[in-house]
């Protein structure tokens, strides 16, 4: 069993208006508690996995700077993959994105139709949401042999990390990451 106390995937990005510059901050020390519900923070309690997942983005320091955060935690009951095969896994995902943190323009997509699609024989995944068209998120990665997933996600010209979990009939992951001046956050759970 793997326990999740705080996932790898934290990053707060702080941008001074007047120099114009971004300074990751990574962090492991879970969310935050900067943002209201209205600054799109959002959670998800996974029913399959025995874990849930929160994640927030939003500007932040009186719109000085943007936040982007990810995080798992609880306690998986999912078994390992299989070594071999394939699979279409459908469920729900959650995607937050800030652009401009002085404009807070911002926007929010929940899908019902989201589609991630396993390779259990080279340990892999990937997932479209829209594909070909210039809002599609795309997350590819891989997993090891106890179903520990990491990969990338890109959005909107963005591009970030990813962590979860993933066995042959379920799985559950976040991601985020970060632009110029811009942030997305979000996550999922998909179920064969």
Same mark, same amino acid.
């Given at each position: ?17 007047d120099?114009g510059?971004? *300074? ?19 959670? =998800? ?5 025995? *874990?849930?997942?929160?994640?927030? *983005?939003?500007?932040?320091?009186e ?10 935690? #609880?306690?998986?009951n ?8 394939? +699979? $279409? ?6 995607l =937050?994105?800030?652009?401009?943190p $002085? +404009?807070?323009?911002? *926007?929010? =997509?929940n ?6 699609k ?6 892999t ?9 210039e ?5 590819? #990665? ?12 890109q ?17 559950? #992951? ?7 001046i811009?942030?997305? +956050? ?7």
């Open positions: 069993m793997k326990h999740y106390a705080y996932s790898a995937v934290a990053l707060t990005i702080l941008a001074a208006c120099s510059t971004n *300074v990751p901050q990574f962090q492991s020390d879970g969310l935050q508690e900067v943002l209201t519900q209205e600054q799109a923070s959002s959670s =998800r309690e996974s029913e399959v996995a025995g *874990v849930s997942y929160v994640f927030q *983005v939003g500007a932040i320091d719109g000085n700077g943007l936040l982007a955060e990810a995080d798992l935690s #609880g306690v998986s999912l078994p390992d993959p299989p070594l071999d095969g394939t +699979a $279409t896994m459908h469920g729900t995902l959650e =937050r994105a800030y652009f401009d $002085t +404009a807070l323009i911002g *926007v929010s =997509r899908r019902d139709d989201f589609e991630l396993v390779d259990f024989v080279d340990q995944f990937a997932a479209d949401t829209d594909p070909g068209a809002a599609n998120l795309s997350l590819r #990665g891989d997993f090891a042999n106890d179903g520990t997933i990491s990969g990338t996600a959005y909107l010209g963005m591009t970030g990390a990813m962590a979860g979990d993933i066995s042959g009939d379920d799985a559950i #992951g976040v991601f985020n990451g970060e632009g110029a811009s942030a997305f +956050a979000g996550g999922f759970v998909v179920e064969k």
